[in-house]
């Protein structure tokens, strides 16, 4: 069920059972399930743009599972000659490189590298531009569930620059798949009408007293630092105020991808309260990033996994 | 004795006997004793700061104790992003890192992490600002003790930015407590009268004849390129010419934390001539580094260490 | 007979016997071949120029031999501060890092590292300036050797700026004296006499009907950035166009070290087509760095290798 992932590319790709099979397989790590490697597998972590929670938790997840990690910094690469990434990844699968995580600023940049048919290395996309970041999702998923245990019914508010956010795209699919009901909040210049097919888009002080997460999205300050943003503006309008917060229910949580803007999309002292899960939802991420690891191995043969 | 710190951010928290207690282990260690890890330790070097030495020293007793490390790049973390070394450890913390080994431009920029409570990671302060720098002032009282086997009634002088120099202040107040004499040097404009109650601001060639020990600080161009400051006048005026080396006496030391600025702060050949440490500072300072780590294990009952 | 290393440094110093048991030994690596250290052996990769072909692949015979790599980013280091290859190597020598891989822009850096006598580290070149690249040199008559399996009398024609090549160099050198017969090609500005006594300077399309292997050489868009250089018009005269590769003979092979300007040096297509050993040269050159380090490690008395 779980090993049909070639490369972990994007949520379209991932149907409700295989979602909750890494589930299931990632709380098994996180209550200290170990993989054995009969063989060595080397991965090399390529990323394109900052990250410190995605590219840090792949590195842990990858450290506990046994791979050997084999150094490869973009920035000091023949990248910055004009290599393209398609030529980058053909010279580490040449190299002998099993498995490639990639974060990349292009939308769907791993299309012609899994189509092209000429890389024999495993691809897990960790982030594409404005379009997916499934480990982000299916953390999510596997932090909802350890609150709710199941999803059917549950209302969830995502809130933000909807129409550039890959979380906001991989998370809405799936939770509507999975029969969440998905609402959409924010500037509305940010929102896109591709958006609703997901979900409703709606006004985030109507629908907090009902829903039961509220899914903020990080504000990007480097997108619209020439457009007049006011970071006190947005949290009055859109943020998680103390007096919005007043309105959830008391059994509903706060979730952020992270890293927060405190004081813009929530009051700072809301980040490590009593309904945030932002620091469970980043422990959650090793384990489910060591669940997608598997399944690609799995798929791929590699690691010599009985 | 060596089980005091749960996280070791700077000198006046350690006491004289903690001080040889980490000096006699760090001997064991260069004589080839090992650590035996029951439990896996994951450590993130978190350098905001350019580093060589101090950076790739704690990569080594890292190493060589056998530790986890993950690969943690601040350049291409979400520091760039805008994101709070707070928050940058609170993330750290959640994936699981037990130790971050932290250099940061801010004085004491480790006060609000340790006093917050709630990061659960160990923290070694690897130099802050123009603060503290621990791990080098017990690689060099390891290396005066190697060289005099006692502390009490050395004199030692401590030559160049004394106001802005974490050596310096390090040095200079565990080197009194320990009963050396200390003495200060260098222009008058880079002395800061709080340095006056850890010892005696004089002319460096009235000094050196009755040393032991001569200190040099680096000049840091990069504080100085602005004020007209000029490295021959430098050299020739507070550096340790070959006309004041001869000044000392036949068993006194020249020590530097390197990175040296040859024909600056000491003339090009006597970095590596009889009467230099620098060489053995810096050997001293790997396994310096696995006392400290040891220490910071035992302290937070990390790796299963019997 | 492979071991007469002590540093690595240029293919002047490899004599016919050593490079052809180096291939054989790397042959050895591609199938199988495994080495047991008995001792950690630590070694620091310091790369002063962007890489991604020659830096990974030695980061992967490194990880395959089980040496223990040591982190160190030279964008992060001391050197930013103004400190010297010499002092920076010297550090990491204190440190206890038994050999270093560097590559650096400057010409024949190596040789006052190595004539110095005071750095115990050993040194393996991984390109210097328009100077040597020894392993690329080796990969590449490892990839001639498997295709022909002999190198007398073979035809060999180099294209590109060779003037300014350490491919060129390298490979010119060592090829003329295993009894190939060498040509240039390429702009004549781009030329320098230097070269007459390794080969003889042609036209490209007088030669190539003639030739066993077309050596392509990367065109450094960096260099010529200012001149009024253009890729087509390269590509037209210069390039391997499908006109031009429609005149090799079948069982001629085309080489490039890369990374390619894809329809610059030669059409997008041949790039990984019948005749390329694009993939090969960059599959082979682990198992050739692996042959390489052992090299060195044996003439250091290294690793406790029996």
Redesign the interface.
Known sequence: MMTKQRNFTNMLDVDQDEALALIQRAEEYKHGAQLRLAEPV?V??A?FE????T???F??AE?KLGL??????P??????????LH??L???D????DLAVVRHPEDRYYEPLVEGG?LGLALINAGDGSGEHPSQSLLDLMTISEEFGHFAGLRIVICGDIAHSRVARSNAEILQRLGAHVFFAGPEDWYSHDFDRLGTYTDLDAVLPTVDVVMLLRVQ??RHATTGFSADAYHEHYGLTHGRAALMQQRAIIMHP?????GVELASDLV?GRQSRY??Q??N??FMRMAMIESVLRANQLGGIE
């Open positions: 080397y090399v972590n990323f900052n990250s410190t929670r590219h840090t938790s590195e842990m450290t050997t990690q084999i150094a490869f910094n920035a000091a690469s023949s990248v910055s000659k004009g290599e393209s030529d980058t053909l010279t580490l040449a190299l002998g490189v000429d300050h480097e992270g890293p927060v803007n405190r490590q620091v469970q980043m422990r991420g090793v």
